[in-house]
């Protein structure tokens, strides 16, 4: 496996829309008559009643990419409540997915099932299958802190541990026995570059992670993330907690680190889907909605829900 640091810096000029979405679409579908609501003065719930009984709407460029992971009619139940009711998709090896919809329609359920987080909560129950690189995650054989290590997750909330940045990069070095100073001065370099925070802490390795910024915790986050050598990272809407500037940094590394690794993300907010995914998923009420290459979804999505909803008329 290459390094991150070796991968070629894109720009994210190729991927933004020329304007925000929202305004895009609204030129685009701009009101011949007066009585159309304009986008949030019409939210209704009513504008979106999704036919259960309909397939996901998957958009064809799905097809000619090769998957990571493989979710098949995948049901989770909290106790008796079902959170999803049976999602079919792909994801797409080396590329950007971000999971969009409003609060409570199981992004991070779905997000968290990947890597088999929700194993920790009581009282959930699963249906259907999830399969990483062709082998189901359920199986009684799956390791699943390996299956952890391969997938790595970066949460809301920054969370470094209580010791040096050094230290908090090369965790899972030392969790693994590794000794050896060389190895781990070279994978806690090479993971900083990584998750783009090398220039910044380069001095002060030994210091605690404490005193960093939100934004600097949050990559140092994605650093450790990265150290582990995952194929898939998994984060939950990770600048949440962020300022803009630190964000658009987040925004950044997030799209520099595709092609590198497989990354899903959870997002409430809808530019920053735009501005570094390459597919976008629209889930509602459990349920995947619409799924395709992020230009098509905020620009031209083919059902009326995913309009409604990446048009802010509703969420
Ligand atoms: P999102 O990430 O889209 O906001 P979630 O996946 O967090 O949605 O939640 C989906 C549904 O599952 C919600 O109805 C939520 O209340 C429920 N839920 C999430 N986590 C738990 C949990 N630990 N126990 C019970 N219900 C949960």
């Given amino acids: 496996?290459?390094?991150?640091?070796?991968?070629?810096?894109t720009t994210r000029t190729t991927v933004v829309p020329p304007a925000p979405p929202q305004e895009q679409i609204a030129a685009r579908s701009a009101p011949p008559s007066p009585q159309r609501p304009s986008p949030r003065q019409g939210a209704s719930d009513t504008l979106i009643t999704p036919n259960t009984q309909r397939a996901t709407e998957i958009h064809t460029e799905l097809s000619t990419e090769k998957s990571i992971v493989t979710i098949e009619n995948f049901k989770l139940s909290y106790g008796k409540a079902e959170a999803l009711h049976g999602i079919n998709m792909t994801i797409p090896i080396g590329k950007v997915t971000a999971l969009?919809?409003?609060?409570g329609c199981g992004k991070s359920t779905l997000?968290?099932?990947?890597?088999?987080l929700n194993d920790l909560i009581d009282n959930i129950r699963l249906e259907g299958r999830i399969l990483f690189n062709g082998q189901p995650i359920h199986d009684?054989?799956?390791?699943?802190?390996?299956l952890r290590k391969r997938m790595g997750m970066v949460f809301q909330k920054s969370n470094p541990f209580p010791m040096s940045i050094f230290e908090n990069v090369?965790?899972?070095?030392?969790?693994g026995g590794e000794k050896r100073r060389s190895v781990l001065y070279e994978v806690c370099e090479r993971s900083l570059?990584?998750?783009?925070?090398?220039?910044e802490v380069k001095d002060r390795l030994h210091q605690s992670a404490l005193g960093m910024s939100g934004g600097q915790q949050q990559r140092l986050c994605i650093a450790r993330a990265i150290a582990a050598e995952p194929e898939v990272l998994l984060m939950?809407?990770?600048?949440?907690?962020?300022d803009p500037v630190a964000t658009a940094k987040i925004e950044d590394l997030i799209y520099q680190l595709r092609g590198k690794y497989t990354v899903v993300i959870v997002t409430h907010n809808m530019q920053q889907a735009a501005r570094c995914s390459d597919?976008?998923?629209?889930?509602?009420?459990?349920r995947l909605i619409e799924y395709g290459p992020t230009n098509s979804i905020f620009l031209n999505p083919h059902l009326k829900e995913t309009e409604a909803y990446v048009t802010g008329r509703f969420g």
């Fill in 193 to 199: 570059r990584g998750a783009a925070l090398w220039e």
């Fill in 279 to 286: 597919y976008t998923a629209f889930m509602y009420l459990g």
């Fill in 140 to 146: 009684r054989n799956v390791d699943v802190i390996e």
């Fill in 100 to 103: 969009i919809g409003p609060s």
């Fill in 236 to 242: 939950d809407e990770p600048c949440s907690a962020l």
């Fill in 1 to 9: 496996m290459s390094t991150a640091a070796e991968t070629p810096v």
């Fill in 111 to 116: 997000l968290r099932s990947i890597n088999r």
């Fill in 170 to 175: 090369i965790y899972a070095l030392r969790i």
